[in-house]
């Protein structure tokens, strides 16, 4: 059997997501104002324009387009289009935010055995959809025999230590 059936390619986390802008500068000011990422250091040796961000564990590479005006526009909203997801406290707030910065929003609820998940989405100035939700209250229900556990990191790790423990016995 496998050693690493759960896990072949060993990975640890999500490192970053790199996304194609018109503007480094309009989409770097989008990150850090209104999404609460901030600037790190980008190795020079890249002969491209672009800037990295970090924030909440995870990595933003923003890389500017060779030909901005050939990107394509997304005026509408659509939660079923590519987006990251951010968790967040507050609904509230975040909804209370996004008005007061004039940011277009689409609402949507998800309900699943009595829990219900809010979600708001919107698009970053090149039109690349963010999700803000309240997810960490819908269970991760694995599809094969574990016990239903909540989207939260500190659970999701426990879920993996435990799934790497049930291999690791199978193996022996």
Same mark, same amino acid.
């Given at each position: 059997?496998?050693?690493?059936?759960?896990?072949?390619?060993?990975?640890?986390? !999500?490192?970053?997501?790199?996304?194609?802008?018109?503007?480094?500068?309009?989409?770097?000011?989008?990150?850090?104002?209104?999404?609460?990422?901030?600037?790190?250091?980008?190795?020079?040796?890249?002969?491209?324009?672009?800037?990295?961000?970090?924030?909440?564990?995870?990595?933003?590479?923003?890389?500017?387009?060779?030909?901005?005006?050939?990107?394509?526009?997304?005026?509408? $909203?659509?939660?079923?289009?590519?987006?990251?997801?951010?968790?967040?406290?507050?609904?509230?707030?975040?909804?209370?935010?996004?008005?007061?910065?004039?940011?277009?929003?689409?609402?949507?609820?998800?309900?699943?055995?009595?829990?219900? !998940?809010?979600?708001?989405?919107?698009?970053?100035?090149?039109?690349?959809?963010?999700? $803000?939700?309240?997810?960490?209250?819908?269970?991760?229900?694995?599809?094969?025999?574990?016990?239903?556990?909540?989207?939260?990191?500190?659970?999701?790790?426990?879920?993996?230590?435990?799934?790497?423990?049930?291999?690791?016995? $199978? !193996?022996?």
């Amino acid at each position: 059997m496998k050693e690493n059936v759960g896990n072949p390619l060993h990975l640890k986390s !999500v490192n970053h997501i790199s996304l194609i802008c018109r503007s480094v500068e309009e989409s770097m000011d989008f990150y850090q104002n209104v999404l609460g990422f901030f600037p790190i250091r980008r190795p020079g040796s890249f002969d491209f324009d672009g800037a990295w961000l970090f924030g909440y564990g995870i990595g933003i590479h923003l890389l500017e387009a060779e030909n901005p005006e050939k990107l394509p526009k997304k005026k509408e $909203i659509n939660p079923k289009d590519n987006h990251i997801s951010f968790q967040c406290e507050s609904m509230g707030a975040v909804e209370k935010k996004l008005k007061e910065m004039e940011i277009n929003y689409v609402r949507a609820t998800v309900e699943e055995g009595g829990i219900q !998940v809010d979600q708001l989405f919107f698009h970053d100035p090149d039109g690349f959809m963010i999700e $803000i939700c309240n997810c960490d209250s819908l269970p991760v229900i694995p599809l094969v025999g574990e016990v239903a556990r909540s989207c939260s990191r500190l659970n999701l790790h426990l879920m993996q230590n435990q799934n790497q423990q049930q291999i690791h016995k $199978i !193996v022996k």
